[in-house]
């Protein structure tokens, strides 16, 4: 389904990198790019709507000669009613580590999708001896896209982008709550669209149970430094997913403006990683419980965010301009709910969201997909191996570059 409609003036300019034109893309810019150059046409058909996904997740099952893929819808979209599908491989009941990767939480971050696709078809179809290992030795439940209201294309003037929210109004009736009750506090207009909706990655709690009630009345509207409160049915999908199995690491796959590499390394950043986004000393307490990040889970983040920085930048790779994601204190998104509940986590956030500071064009967008899938799936063999387990947590703290400068197109 595609929906059209017209935006102010100031969220068309905002586009304007997208707008159809005939000009051929300039030289690299300095950092360098590619960056999206004025008049060039960014078309968004490589990205897959909710209804194409759905058919290409039955086509691998139907085609899962070896009985590995379970596929199984947790849930529903709020305004659409599209289903949310988890594809497993493995057993939850199991004392193989066990992974979970969530991709889309945001409707305009579409590279994750493509990656976890990919993985899919290859731990389904694969007869590789890598393949067998890691469906031997972990178990990997993959959530492709949570957010499929907001991957819907929207026509804006001769642009294309997606909505970063999914397309929910505040019905504090549902909870009990009086009429006049505020929103909470990430709850508004989307910035494309112009649409309501959730931002859904600030929807969790460290609580799994929690339900919103008039006697939570007095939380609302929150803060972003604060745990959400699960009032969307694609947070409930998600955390759904994460009792059932109860991941020793989880994974969020996301996608971010453009950065350079560090204050000393002015390359373009094609990724950004993070283990940690809730502070050590941070205890979220709730209806007499304490949530607080255990040293365990916090070194295998360490160790994982590692190991994909250490494979990325193996021999010739273009993917070497790598560093960390700025330092956060987030017990609302998933990353920092699931992280309190003893999962190791790492944050992927890729160049390349839909705006003129990050996106890259096809053969950008591309080689960021062909990233991300590398990444992914050496974490599942380095889990299926060992070999994640014997890297020094240090590395992390030293090693990997931070402090990376925002930077914006140099040709606007």
Do not use: C
Request: proline letters at 7%; zero cysteines.
């Amino acid at each position: 389904m595609k929906r059209f409609l017209g935006v102010s003036l100031a969220a068309t300019m905002a586009l304007s990198v997208v707008l159809p034109g005939g000009a051929a893309a300039e030289p690299q810019s300095k950092p360098n790019g590619p960056w999206i150059q004025p008049g060039q046409q960014v078309m968004l058909e490589r990205f897959m709507e909710p209804d194409e996904l759905h058919e290409k997740l039955e086509q691998i099952a139907e085609r899962d000669r070896h009985d590995r893929l379970e596929l199984e819808v947790v849930g529903h979209s709020a305004e659409y009613d599209y289903p949310i599908y988890v594809a497993k491989f493995g057993d939850a009941d199991t004392d193989n580590p066990k992974v979970f990767l969530q991709t889309q939480i945001h409707g305009d971050e579409q590279g994750g999708t493509e990656a976890a696709l990919s993985l899919i078809h290859n731990l389904t179809m694969s007869n590789n001896k890598d393949v067998r290992k890691i469906l031997d030795n972990v178990t990997v439940y993959i959530l492709p896209m949570l957010n499929p209201d907001g991957s819907e294309t929207f026509e804006v003037e001769q642009g294309q982008s997606k909505q970063r929210r999914n397309l929910q109004e505040w019905t504090p009736e549902e909870w009990g709550l009086d009429a006049d009750t505020p929103a909470p506090w990430y709850h508004g207009e989307d910035a494309v669209s112009g649409e309501l909706g959730y931002d859904v990655n600030r929807d969790f709690h460290p609580d799994l149970s929690f339900e919103l009630s008039p006697e939570d009345a007095d939380l609302l509207p929150g803060l972003g430094t604060e745990p959400g409160f699960y009032v969307t049915p694609e947070a409930r999908a998600s955390r759904d997913v994460f009792e059932e199995l109860q991941p020793d690491l989880f994974i969020d796959h996301h996608h971010r403006y453009s950065n350079t590499v560090s204050e000393d390394d002015d390359r373009l950043n094609t990724l950004q990683i993070l283990g940690q986004v809730v502070d050590e000393d941070n205890v979220v307490s709730y209806d007499g419980v304490d949530y607080q990040l255990s040293e365990e889970s916090l070194e295998l983040s360490k160790q994982v965010n590692s190991h994909v920085y250490q494979v990325l930048q193996k021999g010739n790779s273009p993917f070497g301009a790598i560093s960390l994601f700025p330092e956060v204190d987030l017990p609302g998104t998933a990353l920092g709910s699931y992280s309190l509940n003893d999962a190791a986590i790492m944050l992927y956030e890729t160049r390349g969201q839909q705006h003129p500071g990050g996106h890259t064009g096809q053969k950008g967008s591309g080689m960021l997909i062909q990233q991300s899938y590398i990444g992914l799936y050496e974490t599942l063999l380095g889990l299926a191996t060992g070999e994640i387990y014997d890297i020094d947590p240090e590395f992390y703290d030293t090693e990997i570059p931070r402090n990376s400068p925002r930077i914006g197109p140099p040709n606007l």
